[in-house]
């Protein structure tokens, strides 16, 4: 058998990703790549934020980053990466 196409029937792996962002950087501009590692910063600033506002401890601070950082970061790839190459793939198979 062959390798699943991208974004198939199956859950796409981290090579997967990489090829997506590759393709939907190709015509970005670099300030474009700058302001989403920003905006997943201060998104992963906030969570901090509010893990002080809390009056958690220090280990619970660190929990919570770190609990929130693969969904923060697995979010904003998903809605600049991979959203745009589902819905082109749909009007594809919709022609």
């Known amino acids: 058998m062959g390798r699943p196409h991208l ?8 090579s997967d990703m990489l090829v997506m962002k590759e ?10 790549i ?3 590692k920003a905006s997943i910063l201060i998104t ?6 509010i893990g002080l506002a809390l009056d958690l401890p220090s280990w ?9 950082l693969g969904p923060v ?16 793939q749909k009007a594809k198979v919709e022609e």
Do not use: Q
């Open 7 to 14: 974004l198939g029937d199956g859950m796409g792996g981290l």
């Open 23 to 32: 393709r939907m950087n190709s015509g970005s501009s670099p300030i474009m």
């Open 34 to 36: 700058i302001l989403e």
């Open 44 to 49: 992963l600033l906030i969570i901090v934020a």
């Open 60 to 68: 619970g601070v660190g929990l919570l980053f770190g609990l929130s």
């Open 73 to 88: 970061v697995f979010g904003h790839y998903y809605f600049i990466y991979i959203r745009p190459i589902l819905k082109e």
